[in-house]
């Protein structure tokens, strides 16, 4: 699935995943691939990305993430690293 | 008739007010090209959260309450003014005080002759035009623009909006210059607080074919979303205003430019004029003694 992190500054993410952790408002929860659609606030918190090339994390502090047909955004107002 | 040395001395004055014009342009030029990607680089952000939004209120039965559309009988009032740290920008900073001051006086008159109309400042020469005329103005976000990102604006966005929600002030309204191209900007007055509803978009329709999860409640996520949505307002009229200040200091300094060099032109003009009757009246004054001689 395509990965994209945005913030109003610029694109900190751009590419392929294979698996997402995200800090949701409810919990910790994961994305992988062909996930039903699905729209949820995110907490402050780190964002763990599964790549072909390793694992990347970026700490949000929150946000939203939406979910669709294998693509997932993430719309974080600040991230740190 | 000035002297030749006066007019020597003024065209090299002018020459070099021309000069530092001349770079003044192009450093505006390179500054507008940044504000212009920063624009760029905004606008998936913002598009992509009125899209969510969108989705979301599609999903959501009743239009949910927010207390940021709280429609107050209208007590007190806070304008936040964009303007710019520097001058030297033609009728940039001016445009936007004067839509600001009209603003207020058609509006508000009651609420300024009581003395309930404040102002917040982002860019020093607003602040400093409202404070010359009397007004309450809050300075604390006033230097935004030194390091201009998301966070500095996040936060003037964010006291702003709560002392809404506190009840400090009943409306929030907002005036910058939006960028249109280099030499045009347009003012704009919008109404920040209370939302304003806008009738459902097209675009709503369709998203909502699409069953999706949502976590936690609809209603939450749209709490969560139209404060972030108010940040991207304010980012995105400061961003604006930021591109436009460039491109109007970029118009003065050409003008000006070519005012100077039209200047030096006369100017060259009056100092061979001056050194020619110089030199002819020399020449009649020798001439003049050789012939007293030869009588």
């Known amino acids: 699935m395509t990965l994209d992190i945005i913030t109003p500054d610029r694109k900190v993410f751009s590419g392929e995943a294979s698996a997402v952790t995200f800090p949701g408002i409810e919990g910790q929860f994961q994305v992988l691939n062909d996930h039903a659609p699905l729209v949820s606030t995110l907490a402050k918190g780190p964002v763990t990305i599964q790549t072909a090339s390793g694992q990347q994390t970026f700490i949000v502090d929150g946000g939203v993430v939406e979910v669709l047909r294998n693509r997932v955004l993430v719309l974080a107002e600040a991230v740190v690293a | 008739m000035p002297s030749l040395k006066e007019v020597r001395n003024r065209i090299v004055s ?3 007010t021309q000069q530092i014009t001349k770079a003044m342009k ?5 500054k507008l090209r940044r504000a212009q990607d920063n624009i760029i680089q905004m606008r998936p952000y913002a598009q992509k959260l009125s899209e969510m939004l969108g989705t979301v209120s599609a999903g ?8 940021y559309k709280a429609v107050r009988p209208v007590e007190r009032v806070l304008m936040i003014v964009v303007t710019s740290d520097r001058g030297l920008c033609g009728a940039f900073n001016t445009n936007v005080v004067k839509a600001a001051l009209t603003r207020i006086s058609e509006q508000y008159a009651t609420q300024q002759s009581r003395g309930n109309v404040e102002i917040m400042a982002i860019g020093k020469k607003g602040g400093e035009a409202f404070t010359r005329r009397g007004f309450k103005v809050n300075n604390q976000f006033v230097d935004s623009f030194l390091n201009l990102s998301f966070a500095n604006v996040r936060a003037a966005a964010e006291s ?4 809404f929600v506190a009840g400090r002030y009943d409306v929030i309204e907002l005036v910058y210059n939006e960028f249109k191209n280099v030499a045009t900007q347009i003012v704009r007055t919008e109404q920040m607080l209370p939302i304003v509803s806008k009738p459902a978009d097209a675009t709503a329709t369709t998203a909502s074919a699409v069953n999706y999860a949502f976590e936690p409640s609809e209603e939450e996520i749209i709490a969560e979303l139209i404060p972030k949505s108010l940040k991207i307002q304010l980012y995105k009229a400061v961003l604006e205003s ?16 070519e005012n100077a060099g039209e200047l030096l032109k006369e100017l060259r003009l009056v100092y061979n004029r001056t050194r020619q009757a110089a030199i002819t009246k020399e020449i009649l004054e020798i001439v003049g003694g050789a012939e007293a001689l030869a009588n």
Not at chain 2, 26 to 30: H, K
Not at chain 2, 160 to 163: D, F, N, R, V
């Open chain 2, 14 to 16: 002018v020459n070099s």
């Open chain 2, 26 to 30: 192009m450093v505006a030029a390179a």
């Open chain 2, 60 to 67: 959501a039965d009743v239009a949910a309450e927010s207390p």
């Open chain 2, 160 to 163: 702003a909006m709560e002392s």
């Open chain 2, 242 to 257: 930021n591109a436009s200040e460039h491109g109007a200091r970029m118009t003065a300094m050409d003008k000006a430019t």
